[in-house]
């Protein structure tokens, strides 16, 4: 295998959302129990935009962006200044602290792209970067992509842990070993927990003092369920000098399918990330980007009622998964859960495809969220109510089916 084969290779993208159709199942046949489970199929491997709709009026600022143009379709790199203009005087109010939005503020394709911009703009050949275990899969892949070294650092999110979040310790000694760049999210992506305030304030206040770039993903930080709070490093007094944020509308608000991110902070980086883009997608889709107007402008009480909707499947999961033993932390904010699993007859990988195939559920591997979680499953549970409740009883009875 050549080297180019093997960087790709590692990208593994059979177990993302959506790529799960791609798998081959033929060799599930000799490994199944039982028959099929009938039910309705729910793909808990992203959210479903039709039992949670986008929000009010974002396809009618689409078909006015399509109106317009030519001067929608083809704006500048960092996106419509006028948009710009009102996205950031949102997230200024939001996070607590001011957004340039002529310098800071870098409308992206998606989330995802933000994130790749970001870490391009800061990881080079043998940069050291401090990933947090579990998190998003793709800052791990982003990271070995372009030839960073990972520097891993434990994330305490079981419910008997004395504080969940970061392990400071870890963090610290990263940094000391040479940790240039940090990346991570909260609310955390697979398990929901939220880096608390005390933890916020000592990360930035450790990044500053040892000069160390922070990319922080606030993809699900408006999503936050009853009496949790939330800090945004942004507003620290003390913060790292090169810090960027990354936001978006496409989980908490269903705008997935109009492939929106933004990313804001440190000015030298935005430039370099739009000269990133420029060479990568151009822009944000132009005609999307008018979506943008939609965001933070919902009709009172819209936001209170799909937090609500959302608590209530997330606590008739917790409950089946527990009352079935299966060790799960309550997420304080975000739509994933992270069931850990018992031992299984079959490889956690092959139990996720026969869930697919025998019970039509379709959830994420552990493994793609760190080395050390290959026993557990993510869930995305915005998701109809009944169905989502329907489909956690297919995969306990799936996991009693090939329990060791």
């Given at each position: 295998?050549?080297?180019?084969?093997?960087?790709?290779?590692?990208?593994?993208?059979?177990?993302?959302?959506?790529?799960?159709?791609?798998?081959?199942?033929?060799d599930l046949k000799s490994m199944m129990?039982?028959?099929?489970?009938?039910?309705?199929?729910?793909?808990?491997?992203?959210?479903?935009?039709?039992?949670?709709?986008?929000?009010?009026?974002?396809?009618?600022?689409?078909?006015?962006?399509?109106?317009?143009?030519?001067?929608?379709?083809?704006?500048?790199?960092?996106?419509?200044?006028?948009?710009?203009?009102?996205?950031?005087?949102?997230?200024?109010?939001?996070?607590?602290?001011?957004?340039?939005?002529?310098?800071?503020?870098?409308?992206?394709?998606?989330?995802?792209?933000?994130?790749?911009?970001?870490?391009?703009?800061?990881?080079?050949?043998?940069?050291?970067?401090?990933?947090?275990?579990?998190?998003?899969?793709?800052?791990?892949?982003?990271?070995?992509?372009?030839?960073?070294?990972?520097?891993?650092?434990?994330?305490?999110?079981?419910?008997?842990?004395?504080?969940?979040?970061?392990?400071?310790?870890?963090?610290?000694?990263?940094?000391?070993?040479?940790?240039?760049?940090?990346?991570?999210?909260?609310?955390?992506?697979?398990?929901?927990?939220?880096?608390?305030?005390?933890?916020?304030?000592?990360?930035?206040?450790?990044?500053?003092?040892?000069?160390?770039?922070v990319i922080v993903d606030q993809l699900?930080?408006?999503?936050?369920?009853?009496?949790?709070?939330?800090?945004?490093?942004?507003?620290?007094?003390?913060?790292?000098?090169?810090?960027?944020?990354?936001?978006?509308?496409?989980?908490?608000?269903?705008?997935?399918?109009?492939?929106?991110?933004?990313?804001?902070?440190?000015?030298?980086?935005?430039?370099?990330?739009?000269?990133?883009?420029?060479?990568?997608?151009?822009?944000?889709?132009?005609?999307?980007?008018?979506?943008?107007?939609?965001?933070?402008?919902?009709?009172?009480?819209?936001?209170?009622?799909r937090i609500a909707q959302h608590e209530?499947?997330?606590?008739?999961?917790?409950?089946?998964?527990?009352?079935?033993?299966?060790?799960?932390?309550?997420?304080?904010?975000?739509?994933?859960?992270?069931?850990?699993?018992?031992?299984?007859?079959?490889?956690?990988?092959?139990?996720?495809?026969?869930?697919?195939?025998?019970?039509?559920?379709?959830?994420?591997?552990?493994?793609?969220?760190?080395?050390?979680?290959?026993?557990?499953?993510?869930?995305?549970?915005?998701?109809?109510?009944?169905?989502?409740?329907?489909?956690?009883?297919?995969?306990?009875?799936?996991?009693?089916?090939?329990?060791?």
């Open positions: 295998m050549s080297s180019l084969d093997a960087k790709f290779a590692r990208l593994g993208a059979d177990n993302a959302p959506g790529q799960e159709v791609r798998q081959n199942a033929d129990r039982g028959d099929t489970i009938p039910g309705t199929p729910v793909d808990f491997s992203h959210g479903d935009v039709d039992a949670f709709e986008p929000t009010p009026g974002a396809r009618a600022a689409w078909e006015a962006g399509f109106e317009e143009g030519g001067s929608q379709a083809y704006t500048e790199y960092r996106g419509a200044a006028a948009i710009r203009a009102d996205v950031a005087a949102s997230l200024a109010a939001f996070t607590g602290a001011p957004v340039d939005p002529v310098d800071e503020l870098i409308i992206t394709p998606g989330t995802q792209g933000a994130l790749f911009l970001a870490l391009g703009a800061v990881v080079d050949r043998g940069t050291k970067v401090a990933i947090m275990e579990p998190d998003y899969f793709a800052n791990r892949k982003l990271v070995a992509f372009f030839g960073g070294e990972i520097m891993p650092v434990a994330l305490h999110y079981h419910a008997d842990a004395p504080q969940r979040g970061p392990d400071l310790g870890q963090l610290e000694a990263a940094f000391k070993a040479g940790a240039e760049v940090l990346v991570f999210s909260t609310p955390n992506n697979p398990t929901g927990v939220v880096t608390p305030e005390d933890a916020i304030t000592e990360i930035a206040r450790l990044a500053a003092e040892h000069n160390v770039t699900y930080s408006r999503l936050r369920y009853s009496g949790e709070t939330y800090t945004h490093m942004r507003a620290c007094a003390n913060r790292p000098e090169n810090l960027i944020t990354i936001m978006g509308p496409s989980k908490t608000e269903s705008l997935s399918g109009f492939r929106l991110g933004v990313a804001f902070g440190s000015a030298p980086l935005i430039d370099r990330m739009e000269k990133l883009q420029a060479i990568v997608s151009l822009r944000a889709a132009g005609y999307s980007q008018a979506a943008l107007k939609t965001w933070f402008h919902e009709p009172e009480g819209w936001m209170e009622t209530a499947i997330r606590d008739d999961l917790l409950k089946i998964f527990r009352d079935a033993g299966f060790p799960t932390a309550s997420p304080q904010a975000g739509s994933y859960l992270f069931p850990e699993l018992p031992e299984l007859v079959v490889s956690p990988e092959d139990f996720v495809r026969l869930l697919r195939l025998q019970a039509g559920v379709t959830v994420t591997p552990g493994s793609e969220f760190s080395p050390h979680t290959r026993s557990s499953v993510r869930l995305n549970f915005s998701q109809d109510h009944a169905a989502s409740v329907a489909a956690a009883h297919r995969i306990v009875d799936m996991v009693e089916r090939y329990r060791a």
